[in-house]
C-alpha cells in the first residue's frame, strides 16, 4: 500500500497554525485580515467554491466580504471595481471569481490588480518573481501540492519531476516551485507525443490538465511520489482526478487521493497568502 497523502489532515494542522497567526495579527492592528472577492454572477461552480472560501475564513478569523457583480458587466467597471479595493487600506486581499463571462477580458482583469493585495498568485508581477526565485504570493494549488510533500517528508533535490500540465495556475507554477527545492523537471502537456516514457521516468508525478484517468498505473516508476490535483466531475456525486487512482495505487509509493488531497490543503494556501498580505502591507 503507498503512503496516503492526506490533505484533509494537513488542512487541520494548517487550520490551527493560522488561526493562532490571524489572532497575533488582530491583537498587534486591532483588526483581523480581509479577504474580498469579486464575483461576477453566472457560475455555478464559482458559488460553491465562494461559499468555501467565506466558511475557511471564518475558522481562521479572517474578515471575508463578496462583492456579487451582474453577468452583463461592461470591463471599465469591473476594473473599476478592483481598483477601489486596491485603494481601500482594510482590503488585505483581492481574489477575481473565475470562470468569467466571455465578453471580459480575464488578462487584463488580473493585470489590474495590485501585486500586494493578488492573493491568488496569478498576476505577472506575482509570477515573475515566482520565476526569479523571489518572495511572492504563490499560487495556492500547487502550494498546497507542495506544502503536502513538505509535510510527509518527501524529498525533492535531485529527484527528477514530471509536471504534467502547463497553465499558470498550476502547471508552470508548480514546476517553478520543484525547480526551487531542486529537482530536476520536465513539463509534459496535452501535445506531449510519448507522455508514458517522460512519465514513467519520473521520481515524482504532478498532474493537472482536467482530464479524468491521463496517467494511469501502468504508466508510473514504481515507488513514484503521486500529487494529483485534477477534480473532474463523474456524475452522481462522484469525483475523481487526473489519475486514474486504483491502478497508480498499485504501483505509486505516495499519492494524494481525490477527493481528500490537495483540494482542502489548496483553500489553506489562500489564507497564508491573506495573513501573509496583510502583514506586507503594515511595513
Not at 504508466?219 to 494529483?228: E, N, S, T, Y
Request: proline share 6%; glycine share 10%.
Amino acid at each position: 500500500m503507498p503512503l496516503i497523502l492526506d490533505g484533509r489532515s494537513v488542512a487541520a494542522t494548517l487550520r490551527e497554525e493560522l488561526r493562532a497567526g490571524v489572532r497575533e495579527f488582530q491583537q498587534q492592528y486591532s483588526s483581523p485580515p480581509r479577504l474580498d472577492v469579486v464575483q461576477v454572477h453566472g457560475d455555478a461552480a464559482s458559488d460553491w467554491y465562494v461559499r468555501a472560501i467565506s466558511r475557511a475564513c471564518q475558522h481562521v478569523g479572517i474578515t471575508f466580504q463578496l462583492a456579487q457583480l451582474p453577468a452583463d458587466i461592461e470591463q471599465d467597471a469591473l476594473i473599476a471595481q478592483i481598483q477601489q479595493l486596491n485603494a481601500r487600506p482594510e482590503t488585505h486581499g483581492i481574489i477575481v471569481q473565475v470562470p468569467l463571462p466571455q465578453h471580459l477580458d480575464g488578462a487584463a482583469v488580473i493585470d489590474a490588480l495590485d501585486p500586494r493585495k493578488d492573493v491568488d498568485g496569478l498576476h505577472p508581477v506575482n509570477l515573475g518573481r515566482l520565476a526569479q526565485g523571489l518572495p511572492a504570493l504563490v499560487p495556492n494549488t500547487p502550494a498546497g501540492g507542495m506544502e503536502l510533500l513538505r509535510h510527509y517528508n518527501i524529498s525533492l533535490a535531485g529527484k527528477h519531476a514530471v509536471v504534467v500540465g502547463r497553465s499558470n495556475i498550476v502547471g508552470k507554477p508548480m514546476a517553478l516551485l520543484l525547480l526551487q527545492e531542486h529537482a530536476t523537471v520536465t513539463v509534459a502537456h496535452s501535445r506531449t507525443p510519448n507522455l508514458a516514457a517522460i512519465v514513467g521516468s519520473a521520481d515524482v508525478v504532478a498532474v493537472a490538465v482536467g482530464r479524468a484517468g491521463i496517467v494511469t498505473g501502468a504508466m508510473l516508476k514504481p515507488g513514484a511520489v503521486v500529487v494529483d490535483f485534477g477534480i473532474n466531475e463523474m456524475g452522481a456525486g462522484q469525483v475523481v482526478g487526473d489519475v486514474d487512482y486504483g491502478s497508480a495505487a498499485e504501483v505509486a509509493g505516495a499519492i494524494t487521493p481525490v477527493p481528500g488531497g490537495t483540494g482542502p490543503v489548496t483553500n489553506m494556501m489562500l489564507l497564508r497568502n491573506v495573513l501573509h498580505a496583510a502583514r506586507a502591507q503594515q511595513l
